[in-house]
């Protein structure tokens, strides 16, 4: 339906850290609790909604990755309002990212679940992915 909104909710806030391990004593010192973890990244649970606070060594930038139902045709529907692709469509452990940009250069990284969520250990570690 194209009169629904885009994006159905926001998955994370990811920030880029140099030492995971400090990243993770420190906003685990906050009160920020281990949801998931994989050898260059981790989830921490947010008090309120599903959102999580990603830490992360594979980038530089911080970033605000955005649930849709479907990357392609969310991309599609992006640059007919006028945004462009910064990163085409590309697999992802979950289902598929892209990278997009809207008129103003505000960069948003598109996700979808479709092949599923997260799945870890009793210790948070990633160990596949499930439905």
Known sequence: ??????????????????????????????????????????????????????LQTERPEP???????AVGLAVERFVAAGGRVIV??????IGLCAVVADPWDNRLVLIDNSNGHLVTNADGIVVGVGH
Request: aromatic letters at 8%; a negative charge; glycine letters at 4%.
């Open 88 to 93: 085409d469509p590309f697999p992802i452990a």
């Open 1 to 54: 339906m194209e009169d629904a909104p885009l994006f159905r909710k926001v998955d994370c806030l990811s920030l880029p850290v140099t030492d995971l391990e400090q990243a993770l004593e420190f906003y685990q010192r906050l009160g920020h609790q281990l949801i998931w973890r994989s050898p260059t990244a981790a989830g921490l649970r947010l008090s309120n909604g599903e959102a999580e606070l990603v």
């Open 63 to 69: 970033e605000t990755d955005l649930t849709v139902d």
